[in-house]
């Protein structure tokens, strides 16, 4: 019985100790924020991560507390305290600000007649203003400078910003102007994307070395795109795009860092060499190559279509025609244009033969980006015109932000132990110069003095190739009664002539003879005519006709009395086949 007992005291001493308790995490301060007010936080943020070859965002590297429970200017999200918000949206509005060093030089900004100062001081400063007393508050409290401006969200209200905050300035960057460009190289398509990034990104890297290798970009989705489509054909790349902005964000220049990042940081090595520079890899591989300093929020619509070059050429469009039409084509996707709006004959041309082809075997492919507003692309919307469904997912970009620009800094900027900065740097350069782009030398070399191509190598007729011709002998020629014959063969096609000479006194002539009758037209008829050379008037021995298609070709034609035999090597120009080298192929 004792014993009994002493086990049903120590199990529940044993539960006791083993009481699960809730773990606690330290709080950043949203939760609280959000007990005094139903504002979202608004989750596009910069001081995170960032890889700037794969152009995704990685691991954060700052700290975000919300113990100051800011919100943007115009009220509609909650955001952290080192993040600082610019306004950036199309209005009519005179846009006015001030620098208020100290609360007594404050006025206020609807009405100048209760700036007189009710007091033993002859000074205007409206301290009897509820907005004076905020402002005063404000400033005596956090010690700070106070910047006045206008919010066009809420009809010019007037509002404070923190001190940070001195350059506002209001932009106008949403209209609706359809930007397109050719480019002629994967290289090219790239170097455009990385115009988002607004600042030198390879500021304080070592990457002068790398000659015209492709660096930013050069593993996103974009660059997969454009790879495997050159991958399969020489391809134009088209590039559409229209954005929108409505916010900027940046951060302080000194920002505090994430307790995971910091931990991270702190378990790097000193030294950087082989055996330790998996660790720095391991660092990348979490938060990128760089970090976002500054974002700019809002909208844009990005389609890149791929159109294979050379086929298109062989169809009769022209660069031009297409980049033209396809310009029409997405005005009219997204309700710029009258969805009935007539199409000239060429461009109507261009789309009907890319549908009737077929998507494997046409000559246009499209890949479309879309950041901000609603998941969907106006296009795909069954429901709705195409204005209507552009007008919608503009007007959910209010709500629904996303990164469209950034400026970025390498990660190493971050690091306040030299040495381990300076191994980080080393590590971010190595990182870039191994996966980077190459740029392709053959795009860059043109072509070479070949027939029927043009700049860009692609064939500018299809039908079209070389023709060498060998008349090798006869059997059997009797052309005259009491004689031998002397023959000789006439060869046409099209318009040009060859003549064998003429092998005297023998009914079973060799000539062995070729022609390279050079650049061709397919379809035509190659033709052979047997004569006996006499003294008054040449006889005619027989007629042999034949087609010409692709390769090597031996043949014996019976004529009316004898038999010629001759061959023909007819071969396709660059980048055709087909047995009358119609088709086009990218490899022939």
Known sequence: MESRAFCLLMLYCFINVCKLHPLIRPSNGLRLCRKNSSLPALEVLPGGGWDNLRNIDMGRVMNLSYSQCQTTEDGVYLIPDEVFVIPQKVS??????????????????????????????????????????????????????????????????????????????PFSRCSKQLSSALHHSVDSLMKSSTSLINNNWEIDLSLDDIGKAIIGGSRSDIAKFAQSQNAMDKATFALNEISCTYYSFRVTDHPELSTEFSKHLQRLPTQYDVKTKALYQRTIDTYGTHYIRQVHLGGRVRRVTAFRTCLATLKGFSETDIKNCLNIELKMTLGFLPANVSLSNKCSQILKDNMNMGFHQGFMTHKTEVLGGEKYFPDLVLNQSPAEAYSNWMMSLHDNPEV????????????????????????????????????????????????????????????????????????????????????????????????????????????????????????????????????????FVGICVVRPERGSHSHSCKLKRGILYFTYNASCDAHLTGPRCSRYSPKA
Not at 426 to 443: F, G, Q, R, W
Request: aromatic fraction near 10%.
């Open 92 to 169: 009519g509005v005179e846009t006015n600000s001030e620098i208020i060093m100290s609360w007594l030089e404050q006025k206020s900004s609807t009405s100048s007649s209760i700036n007189a100062d009710v007091s033993f001081y002859s000074v205007l400063n409206a301290k009897f203003s509820t907005e004076n007393q905020r402002m005063k508050t404000h400033q005596v409290k956090e010690s700070s400078v106070t910047a006045r401006v206008q919010n066009r969200f809420q009809r010019g209200q007037m509002q404070k910003l923190p001190s940070a905050v001195r350059d506002w300035r």
């Open 404 to 539: 469209i620009s950034y400026a970025i800094l390498p990660l190493h900027h971050l690091v306040a132990d030299p040495e381990v900065s300076g191994n980080l740097k080393t590590a971010v350069t190595e990182y870039i110069e191994e996966n980077m782009l190459s740029v392709d030398h053959k795009e860059s070399q043109g072509c070479s003095q070949t027939p029927n191509l043009d700049y860009n190598c692609c064939p500018m007729q299809a039908g079209r190739g070389k023709l060498v011709v060998t008349v090798e002998r006869a059997a059997g020629l009797k052309a005259d009664l009491f004689t031998c014959t002397d023959g000789y063969v006439k060869v046409w096609y099209n318009l040009m002539y060859e003549e064998t000479e003429v092998i005297m006194d023998n009914n079973d002539p060799e000539w062995n003879i070729s022609y390279d009758l050079g650049s061709i037209e397919f379809g035509h008829e190659l033709i052979f005519e047997v004569w006996d050379s006499d003294v008054i008037y040449n006889d």
